[in-house]
């Protein structure tokens, strides 16, 4: 797959439906549905459509879902790449991709633009003692850069973002006509993890015991990933146990592999700290 720049989805079935919580996140993209599908009305008065947003957020809770349920509530394509495939690149090499990627979404516009882990390329400019790599990184980022000034904010392209550390990013990144707009993804509360939970029970074949409201009392600090996970779990825990339907105990049984997987993470991050 090395000759793989990015990705293009063209008939994206993710809508804000499957977006759980986040009230506020899905509040302000949907003005960007809006730009994206009526730009005249935007446009009309002499105003600018902004180029683009950036997604802040732990890990897993929902950024790539929420970028691609606005590709998918506007109805046009997604274009997506991940800030780490740059990282050890051949020099120009991460450079040429983000000219193929903008040159590739022009020519399909109106179009979403995504670009997980941004942090990847756009950690703030000369600060890393590891030189080589850098200069790549940096030469990655300063294209970017470029072509987010080269075109025409209303030519029906916007580029979303996403970074679970905003503050180590370049500032030249949320300049004005760039990623000036930050949309913040936060971990879901209660309520919105029992309705992340309603989202991903949805296919699953249940036993009446099993509530949503009860699930999410168990899974305090859990990302939306981490419930999609457990959903999942359940559904083989049970199947292993030749069971008709998931029950309850294997939603407990599913919790507490998943807190365990979790802890063995933080494990191997605080050894590296
Ligand atoms: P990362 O920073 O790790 O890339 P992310 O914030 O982009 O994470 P996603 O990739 O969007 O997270 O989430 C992973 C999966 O977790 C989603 O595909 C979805 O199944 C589930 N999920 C996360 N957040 C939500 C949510 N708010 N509603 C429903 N499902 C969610």
Redesign the pocket.
């Known amino acids: 797959s090395k000759a793989k720049v990015f990705d293009k989805e063209s008939d994206i079935k993710t809508n804000f439906k499957?977006?759980?919580?986040?009230a506020e996140a899905k509040q302000e993209v949907e003005e960007i549905v809006e730009f994206l599908k009526y730009p005249e009305k935007y446009t009309q008065l002499g105003g600018k459509i902004p180029k683009g947003a950036l997604l802040v957020?732990p890990?897993?809770?929902?950024?790539?879902?929420?970028a691609k349920a606005v590709a998918g509530e506007a109805h046009v394509p997604f274009f997506s790449m991940s800030g780490s495939d740059f990282v050890e690149m051949f020099v120009g090499v991460g450079a040429s991709r983000v000219r193929d990627l903008f040159k590739q979404a022009k020519e399909k516009s109106p179009c979403i633009i995504f670009i997980?882990?941004i942090d990847a390329i756009g950690r703030a400019r000369g600060k890393n003692p590891n030189m080589g790599a850098n200069d790549e990184r940096e030469n990655t980022l300063n294209q970017l850069l470029t072509e987010m000034d080269g075109f025409d904010t209303n030519s029906g392209v916007i580029i979303l973002a996403?970074t679970?550390r905003a503050d180590i990013l370049d500032r030249a990144l949320m300049r004005a006509g760039r990623f000036d707009r930050q949309i913040h993804?936060e971990l879901?509360d209660l309520n919105e993890r029992e309705e992340?939970f309603n989202?991903?029970l949805r296919p699953l074949k249940l036993d009446d015991s099993v509530k949503s409201e009860f699930l999410a009392k168990q899974t305090p600090g859990f990302?939306?990933?981490d419930?999609?996970n457990v959903c999942n779990e359940s559904a083989l825990i049970a199947a292993r146990k030749k069971k008709n339907v998931i029950e309850k105990q294997d939603f407990l049984d599913a919790v507490d592999r998943i807190i365990g997987g979790l802890e063995k993470k933080n494990k191997i991050i605080s050894v590296n700290e």
Not at 18 to 22: N, P, S, T, W
Not at 59 to 66: A, D, H, N, Q, R
């Open positions: 499957d977006v759980a919580g986040l957020g890990p897993g809770t929902g950024k790539t879902l929420l997980d882990e996403a679970n993804v879901p992340i989202v991903h990302s939306g990933a419930i999609a």
